[in-house]
């Protein structure tokens, strides 16, 4: 990704309305941007879903493929979780390999999901040491209007919970529905203006400072987080944060689980 | 292409197996403005294809090496998605899709007035997110769609179809099973308003009376999804 230049005036403009308590786009604090999550969108994928929040659209899709299972874990299957920002979704993402930015998001959001441990990956394994399930998720950008990562998470989560196993394909018995006993779901914060903010827009992006993302699982356990970008932050705004992130991702939960 | 010419295409009432005639062409629909972020964009279904461009420009061409004193460069790109294939397409780099954004990239530089916008780029990513057969041709077609939907000045849209032959009759727009398994195809870029061709491949065995019979299904066909572009272009989905 090319780093855009930052003008000041944005800087300036984004710490000014913090000093009201407003936001760029007029949205109050710990206000997200309006959410449509549909699944089972892509007809060659064995579970697909996409989310878009305001101008940011992204698909996620599963495929699955069969692995011999790791010599020292011969009874477990796999999950990878890979995501893709191509030129497509912004004029300053770039072609080539996976950047740094997006290596980091596939990783973050991979990490929410494999930590929360809503796929059980014993249950993937055909014959011990043999034949096992790898489930792979494939995150792709269509629209980079910011916050890619809870865009990312959850369309993640949402694509493996209407996922199919295609056993029929691989000849290994019936299809069914990939178990998914969980869903974590992953809530981002930017400092902006010297304060943060939930569901950063891009121009809060551009004109921020670091970044906070949480994932908590069904009962609120934490299950991964990462700090991004240059910036300091205390004690106090973390509570603050996770307090916020306890509320948000219970109701992004009932979303995607009456999906 | 070849060797599978016993695996039975076309029944007795000369139709295809999913119904069409020889001459008829898959579902289409067309929509514009799909990618916000974008100064144009398309999303374009064909059978069980579907493809999104995106345009972003003109804009500052760098490195400074790449620009051009006296005109715009294209930078076209086509990918497929991991997803859109029955088996992972494995992302990276990959010399079908190298070879399809060149003579993609060649089709569009014949129309787009490159000259208008002297020293700038204009990027156009064509990403595959189904595939069923003929995603160059849908990437091709939507990629006109979405320059002219980010206003950029065009001699014509480029229409872009494959026809082929199974079970020795010559078909418009092969399906996946006809891809596979047909003796040849013939993919052609077409300018609708005048008939001229910017883009034409082909591979297989075609007689001179078939290749001219598959030519002109290709023409007849574009004329049909020539109109469709234009009512997405004009505002609404096209059906």
């Known amino acids: ?259 | 292409m070849g060797g599978y010419g016993d695996v039975k295409m076309i029944d007795e009432n000369g139709l295809r197996m999913d119904g069409r005639s020889p001459g008829d062409i898959r579902e289409i629909t067309i929509e514009t403005g799909v990618i916000p972020v974008a100064d144009g964009s398309c999303r374009m279904t064909w059978g069980t294809n579907e493809a999104i461009v995106a345009v972003y420009g003109p804009m500052e061409a760098h490195p400074r090496k790449i620009q051009r004193q006296d005109r715009a460069v294209l930078d076209v790109a086509y990918n497929m998605a991991p997803f859109s294939t029955t088996d992972r397409m494995r992302p990276g780099f990959n010399r079908r899709s190298r070879e399809i954004s060149k003579v993609t990239k060649d089709a569009l530089e014949s129309v787009v007035l490159l000259e208008l916008y002297p020293r700038s780029k204009i990027r156009v990513t064509i990403e595959i997110l189904s595939a069923e057969a003929g995603t160059r041709c849908v990437g091709l077609t939507a990629a006109s769609v979405a320059l002219a939907d980010a206003g950029i000045p065009m001699t014509d849209l480029v229409v872009s179809v494959a026809s082929g032959k199974i079970n020795d009759v010559v078909v418009c727009d092969l399906n996946k099973e006809e891809d596979n398994y047909g003796e040849a195809d013939l993919p052609m870029g077409i300018l609708p308003n005048s008939g001229e061709l910017v883009f034409l491949q082909m591979d297989g065995d075609l007689s001179q009376e078939e290749f001219k019979e598959a030519w002109q299904y290709n023409m007849d066909a574009a004329q049909v999804v020539h109109g469709m572009m234009i009512e997405a272009l004009k505002g609404g989905d096209s059906q």
């Open chain 1, 1 to 259: 990704m090319t780093i855009p230049i930052v003008p000041k005036l944005l800087r300036a403009h984004l710490s000014e309305l913090a000093g009201k308590n407003a936001r760029i786009d007029g949205r109050s604090q710990w206000e997200g941007r309006k959410l449509v999550v549909e699944h089972s969108v892509l007809p060659r994928a064995e579970g697909s879903a996409r989310v878009r929040m305001g101008d940011t659209i992204v698909l996620a899709g599963v495929k699955f493929q069969i692995m011999q299972p790791y010599p020292d874990r011969p009874n477990q299957g796999g999950l990878m979780c890979s995501a893709d920002v191509r030129p497509i979704a912004g004029r300053n993402w770039e072609a080539g390999p996976p950047s740094p930015e997006a290596i980091e998001l596939g990783r973050v959001v991979d990490r929410g999901i494999r930590e929360s441990g809503c796929i059980d990956v014993d249950s993937l394994c055909i014959i011990p040491g043999e034949k096992a399930w790898q489930v792979i998720l494939d995150l792709f950008a269509v629209s980079d209007d910011g916050n890619l990562f809870d865009a990312f998470a959850l369309a993640g989560i949402a694509a493996l919970r209407n996922a199919t196993v295609p056993a029929e394909r691989f000849e290994v018995g019936e299809d069914y529905s990939l178990p998914v006993s969980k869903t974590p779901i992953m809530c981002s914060y930017h400092k902006v203006g010297a304060r943060f903010v939930y569901d950063a827009c891009a121009r809060e992006e551009l004109g921020g400072d670091e970044r906070i993302h949480i994932t908590l699982g069904d009962d609120d356990n934490v299950h991964s987080l990462q700090k991004g970008l240059k910036g300091i932050f205390s004690a106090e705004e973390f509570v603050e944060i996770m307090t916020n992130a306890q509320t948000r991702t219970k109701e992004l939960r009932k979303i995607v689980d009456s999906l």
